[in-house]
């Protein structure tokens, strides 16, 4: 016997997750209409490169995010402060980026708070007259200090996407693959597929305004979406001294509710920038 309940809520969540996606996705077309003009041939604005995973810029960034409210779990929140630091550099011709995301679980619904689980990926990128496109690998590390914080498998797979851009606008897509192959035998197999959509606009005075990292997530194990995700971030580049550094904040909703996963979640981000 099936759960028809359990179908026709799947099938009103997928619903309203098309039509908020629908009304972004107008509200961010007529947004470009705002951007200040500039040359075909500029070089990448720094505010630009902030927000494009494939540019090539060291950074380090801290990031706190906070989920206030769980789908099918009463009265929980969770807390993350994420440490995330991105390393370009080149093998013969070959130009490379590696990411490293550290995130440390502040708050949970577990009641465990500690290290979890530690996720790299490198990059192989190039060059286009209309952006960059790259291949490379990601993979996840089970360094959580309690079972409950993490997988306990240690996985790897493919990682591919492109960003295509004109002065003031930036899109493009993400997407990762990660398959579990050792670990702990008795925890559940992860075999998660990730697509990122990426879009940034940018605006007057160095602020800019975009997508959220919104992870739209897959599990084959479950045959299903685990996240559906859709929100949006603002972002401003500023100096310290001669250091710049982009503040960032923004909100998320996920539309998938038939699992014990984060309802509404926002964040903010401060990300050092070391042009190379």
């Known amino acids: 016997m099936y759960d028809k309940g359990g179908i026709m809520d799947c099938k009103q969540g997928s619903r309203r997750f098309i039509v908020a996606l629908r009304a972004l996705a107008y509200v961010i077309g007529f947004l470009p209409l705002f951007c200040l003009p500039a040359a075909a041939d500029e070089p990448q604005a720094l505010e630009q490169a902030a927000n494009d995973p494939t540019a090539s810029l060291l950074s380090v960034s801290l990031s706190n995010l906070y989920s206030g409210d769980y789908h099918n779990l009463d009265n929980e929140r969770g807390n993350t402060v994420q440490l995330r630091i991105s390393l370009p550099f080149k093998t013969g011709k070959l130009k490379h980026i590696t990411r490293v995301t550290f995130p440390l679980i502040t708050d949970s619904p577990s009641g465990k708070t500690g290290a979890g689980d530690m996720v790299v990926f490198d990059l192989v990128t190039f060059d286009q007259s209309w952006g960059r496109w790259g291949a490379g690998i990601v993979g996840s590390i089970p360094i959580a200090g309690d079972e409950r914080l993490g997988s306990g498998k240690l996985g790897a797979g493919p990682a591919m996407g492109f960003v295509a851009r004109n002065p003031g606008f930036l899109w493009g897509v993400f997407n990762q693959n990660v398959f579990s192959f050792a670990g702990d035998s008795d925890r559940e197999d992860v075999r998660v597929s990730i697509l990122q959509p990426i879009i ?29 995700p859709l929100g949006m971030k603002v972002s401003k580049l500023v100096k310290f001294d001669q250091l710049p550094v982009t503040l960032s904040a923004g909100g998320e909703y996920n539309f998938q509710d038939n699992y014990s996963g984060s309802k509404w979640t926002v964040n903010g981000t401060v990300k050092f920038l070391l042009p190379m």
């Open 200 to 228: 940034n606009i940018s605006l007057p005075n160095k602020w800019s305004l975009g997508f959220s990292e919104m992870n739209f997530t897959y599990d084959w194990e479950k045959g299903d979406w685990s996240n559906l």
